[in-house]
């Protein structure tokens, strides 16, 4: 038998040290401290990761669905449910803001054209936060302003069958006791669109339309903004007050302000058609107080009735305002 060389022992010894180092590293690798099987699965599965992340990005993105309805900067919320889900208190933090009734290529057009028979205030030791028209069962109610129906909603307590609309200017207008309603949420409309027929559906003694404009869930007296014997608005523009609030439209907290001059209010219609609207003069009463309590001014006044500022005034006596 050959002898075999001692190189060749070198050369396998050399060899056995390299595997043997080799196999060392790998048992090293995974045996790291914290290294189990856990840990390596989430090293290899990048999917979840990635639809964890996903996630993550989502809930921190801005919830952008509500710039399909009117007004989304003003109303966190589209609420098809509740007829009136908002706190202007909490909404509300101004001084005044400035609403556009209408802007280019909109239009005003009048609910119901008929005369008003109750007005924005306390009634019957209850406040009343609408403007009560008259009108038939089965007249046609339209909408006010361009917007889209958030309320379309039958036997709602009080309202009866009711729609609520939402406009580009942050207002919402609200049409009650219908006796049908032929629009639903979600649907834009335009002024002057059909929503229902006039009704004495809910809380109501005789057919009428009761209509209501809001800013942010508060109630506003609608003649502040509407002509309701010409049938147009009295301004393109609006300012609203965090001081009117707290001294005309905040009923509940104005308990003691009963509006004793709704029976002196009335309407006379002329010849030809047109309505106008009079104020009946009573005691203690002048210029300054009549123009305060009927929404105008003692100009607007004088010249309505072509009469001089220092005016004396007699109980009865009729003014046009």
């Not at 028979?117 to 028209?133: A, E, L, M």
């Not at 109501?204 to 209501?212: D, I, K, N, P, Q």
Request: net charge positive.
């Amino acid at each position: 038998m050959k002898a075999i060389p001692n190189t060749f022992f070198l050369m396998l010894i050399t060899a056995l040290f390299a595997c043997n180092s080799l196999l060392a590293g790998v048992s090293d690798d995974r045996n790291k401290p914290g290294d189990d099987k856990k840990a390596k699965a989430k090293r290899t599965d990048t999917t979840t990761a990635s639809i964890t992340t996903l996630i993550e990005n989502e809930e921190d993105s801005p919830d952008t669905t509500l710039i399909l309805f009117p007004s989304n900067d003003l109303y966190a919320s589209w609420d098809t449910n509740t007829v009136h889900p908002y706190h202007f208190a909490d909404c509300f933090r101004q001084d005044s803001v400035s609403i556009c009734l209408t802007d280019i290529g909109q239009n005003f057009v009048m609910p119901f054209k008929g005369l008003i028979t109750s007005q924005f205030g306390w009634r019957r030791y209850r406040p009343h936060y609408g403007t009560d028209i008259d009108l038939e069962i089965g007249d046609t109610v339209v909408s006010a302003f361009d917007g889209m129906v958030r309320i379309a909603k039958s036997h709602v307590q009080g309202y009866g069958n009711v729609v609520i609309i939402r406009h580009d200017n942050g207002l919402e207008t609200v049409y009650a006791h219908l006796s049908k309603l032929l629009v639903d949420p979600g649907q834009k409309v335009k002024a002057g669109e059909l929503l229902g027929l006039g009704g004495n559906t809910g809380r109501s003694y005789g057919a009428h339309l009761h209509f209501e404009i809001r800013y942010l869930g508060q109630a506003l007296d609608t003649e502040d903004f509407i002509d309701f014997a010409n049938g147009n608005l009295k301004s393109y523009e609006f300012t609203l007050r965090k001081t009117d609030v707290e001294t005309k439209y905040d009923l509940r907290a104005l308990h003691h302000r009963h509006r004793r001059d709704v029976g002196a209010i009335s309407y006379v219609k002329t010849k030809n058609g047109t309505t106008y609207k009079v104020y009946r003069v009573r005691q203690g009463d002048n210029l300054g107080r009549i123009a305060q309590r009927c929404h105008t001014t003692v100009k607007a006044l004088c010249k309505k009735n072509g009469i001089k500022p220092t005016k004396v005034l007699q109980v009865g006596q009729k003014i046009k305002v």
